[in-house]
């Protein structure tokens, strides 16, 4: 049923594609941005229950708040034409946008060996080009000089595709994300970064991250476009990123969109927020809940979705992810001997290391000079 | 067909590999018009324009970055790094991001990054680095090291034709010392295979890069003055390295000498003595001895430069006290 509502709602956003501008989204696209944001909260809420159950291996990593941020711009990008993206950890929801599966997501965190990754990296550090989107890895600000790669290619062969990388508040202040981005402005690359600024990089609030009044105002000093949205509006976040990604589909370079949002959870589950100031969270999720502000949305007078429908998908989504923890649940853990295979394309595997092999050592392998005479006695 | 030196064959690979295959491209700074500060790409932006031969801000980061993205959708980028001693600027991205691509991701990283390598050029600190050895310790990358000219142009073209991240050290020293007549047809060097460059039976040599001339000039010197044989065997592949060719030469001399030009603690030299041990030690007549640079950066002054870094002497009386163990 799930599968239904998503090629559906798949189906209107090709009809609604870039050739048709910023038109407004349709009610059956802005169902479809309800259902993303609502998987990506109920995923990561049954992956707590697993983290609790010792089922997910290592760090849980969750975008509760952010879920409006992620899905709204991953929704500008066109994945007909090939759009590809890179999300941040707090990203899955755009991942879910391009066509990530949760048995996928549950695979990786529960580091099993038919994870996307086959068990070689967690959560959900994973990626496929075909449906358009790229694994990250944990050094912050690595993806914005891939990206910048990435769209380099789609300039230098005339394809009509954009790409999009995220990046945290606290990504800016690296190294890469100033020479990638740089790099990008120059070669007026179709890019698009979005800046996800959620308050803080692990327990470091902004203001000792950056001396800038916003991370906007970056944009200037590489003499690229800006757009800045409230994160927490999902319809906002789509339009300020649409904005982007059109510039980048005509040609106009690079876009530093940032989206200002608020990380109610630590950095990683083990994280207790002592760093908070009192009250700041609590005044976030009751007032400012990209979820609850969306559903307000849908049904007040001028979309008129029914909370029936909205409980219609809500259940859809529990039931796929239910299924898929079965699924995750019963796979296998890795093959050992695995660890060894695809470092590189040849040779195809390492060889295990003799006491690995629990066979003969080195020394019974090779062959004797002639006249050593000693060894077998 | 005339000779050509070792940075012209360089040039030549480039330019036939770039005629191949439309997904070859090059970047780096101050490639294109100017042709690059040793002039390797010189003649490469006015033939394949500038989309193909790019110049880049001074940003190793991005240029290394830019690659891996680019290499994921199918070009085959070949990444210049002025002087390899800035290769460190992206140590991140080729050791983290580039090699660990294919394993954790299943996502492909054809791309050579390529650059000026090497000492005896008074270039001090900064401008004379060899540092194979902190990426021979990565697993992902490969990694290659010429000493001829024909070599340096096969190694090139099977560096860009590898569905891996190929690191391509060249050395200064040797881009214009040395001349020879290619190969004809489309030349290409396998990554992996050892090269013997001097045939032997009373010792061995194993080395790369400059050191190779030095080895044969030493092994030259020896078979005159001592009447010894000397084997030089020039690796020519770091990684993967040719262990066959490493026992075999061992089992012929019994007798080994490592001559590297990089500093000696955690050196190649120390990976090979290793392997050796592991691999062929009945075979040996005499412990395993090095010849390297002194552990300092390596500094500017003749005399200073000429102390640290390996010298034919050296060589010589290294071999000497091999063969008389």
Redesign the interface.
């Known amino acids: 049923m799930t599968k239904n509502l998503r090629t559906a709602a798949a189906r209107v956003r090709d009809v609604g594609g870039a050739g048709a501008g910023a038109a407004p989204l349709a009610r059956e696209q802005k169902i479809e941005l309800y259902y993303y944001m609502r998987l990506t909260r109920t995923l990561e809420e049954r992956l707590v229950n697993l983290y609790r159950q010792t089922k997910v291996v290592g760090g849980l990593f969750r975008s509760l708040g952010q879920e409006a941020d992620a899905v709204g711009s991953a929704y500008a990008l066109d994945r007909k034409k090939g759009d590809i993206l890179s999300p941040l950890i707090r990203n899955l929801g755009s991942m879910l946008v391009q066509g990530a599966q949760p048995l996928e997501i549950l695979r990786q965190y529960m580091a099993k060996g038919d994870s996307p990754t086959r068990g070689r990296e967690l959560n959900i550090h994973y990626g496929d080009l075909v449906r358009g989107f790229i694994g990250q890895i944990s050094q912050l600000g690595d993806m914005v000089p891939v990206m910048a790669g990435v769209t380099l290619s789609f300039k230098m062969r005339g394809e009509d595709r954009v790409g999009l990388v995220y990046v945290g508040d606290g990504a800016t202040s690296t190294g890469a994300f100033h020479e990638g981005i740089n790099f990008a402005a120059v070669q007026r690359c179709p890019l698009v970064v979005v800046v996800e600024n959620n308050g803080y990089a692990y327990s470091t609030p902004i203001a000792k991250q950056t001396a800038a009044k916003q991370f906007k105002d970056k944009a200037i000093g590489y003499g690229i476009a800006a757009e800045q949205a409230d994160g927490n509006d999902v319809i906002a976040a789509y339009e300020a990123t649409r904005r982007a990604v059109d510039r980048a589909r005509d040609g106009g370079g690079v876009t530093l969109v940032e989206l200002v949002t608020y990380r109610r959870k630590g950095h990683a589950e083990h994280d207790n927020q002592s760093y908070v100031p009192e009250g700041e969270i609590d005044r976030w999720s009751s007032s400012n809940d990209p979820i609850d502000r969306f559903v307000k949305v849908l049904t007040g007078s001028e979309e008129g979705v029914s909370a029936a429908e909205l409980e219609a998908v809500d259940r859809r989504v529990t039931e796929e992810i239910d299924r898929a923890t079965d699924e995750a649940d019963a796979s296998p853990m890795p093959e050992p001997a695995d660890a060894l295979v695809g470092i590189y394309a040849d040779p195809p595997a390492e060889q295990p290391l003799w006491f690995r092999e629990g066979i003969r050592a080195a020394v019974e392998v090779n062959e004797r000079p002639a006249g050593w005479g000693t060894h077998d006695a | 067909m005339p000779e050509i030196t070792y940075l012209e064959a360089i040039r030549e690979a480039l330019f036939e590999e770039m005629e191949r295959d439309r997904n070859v491209?090059c970047l780096g700074e101050d490639i294109g018009a100017y042709g690059g500060a040793f002039k390797v790409t010189e003649g490469l932006q006015s033939r394949f324009g500038e989309?193909?031969v790019?110049d880049?801000?001074i940003?190793?980061?991005?240029?290394?970055?830019?690659?891996?993205?680019?290499?994921?959708?199918?070009?085959r980028?070949v990444c210049e790094m002025q002087f390899i001693d800035f290769i460190s600027c992206g140590y991140?991205?080729l050791t983290?991001?580039v090699a660990?691509a294919?394993?954790?991701?299943?996502?492909?990283c054809p791309m050579v990054v390529r650059g000026p390598s090497g000492g005896y050029v008074r270039g001090g600190p900064f401008h004379s680095q060899n540092p194979e050895a902190a990426f021979l310790h990565t697993?992902?990358l490969?990694i290659v090291y010429p000493a001829t000219a024909s070599d340096a142009k096969g190694l090139m073209k099977a560096a860009i034709r590898?569905?891996?991240c190929v690191l391509y050290f060249e050395h200064k020293y040797l881009y214009r010392r040395i001349k020879e007549e290619m190969p004809s047809g489309d030349h290409i060097v396998p990554i992996g295979k050892a090269r013997t460059a001097r045939e032997g039976t009373d010792v061995s040599i194993i080395t790369y890069a400059a050191t190779v001339w030095k080895s044969l000039d030493a092994a030259a010197e020896l078979e005159r003055e001592d009447g010894l044989s000397v084997e030089v065997i020039d690796l020519r592949s770091l990684a993967?390295m040719d262990d066959d060719a490493i026992?075999a030469t061992v089992k012929k001399t019994n007798r080994v000498l490592v001559v590297h030009e990089d500093t000696r603690t955690g050196g190649v030299a120390g990976e090979i003595t290793a392997r050796i041990n592991?691999?062929?030690?009945?075979?040996l007549d005499a412990p395993i001895l090095r010849v390297t640079a002194a552990d300092v950066p390596l500094p500017y002054s003749p005399p200073l430069e000429d102390y640290v870094l390996p010298q034919t002497a050296d060589i010589v009386k290294a071999v000497r006290r091999l063969a008389s163990y």
């Open positions: 491209f989309s193909r790019i880049t801000p940003s190793e980061i991005a240029i290394i970055g830019a690659a891996a993205g680019a290499a994921h959708m199918g070009m980028p991140d991205m983290n991001y660990t294919r394993y954790r991701a299943m996502l492909p697993p992902g490969k590898d569905e891996d993967p026992v592991e691999l062929a030690f009945e075979w």
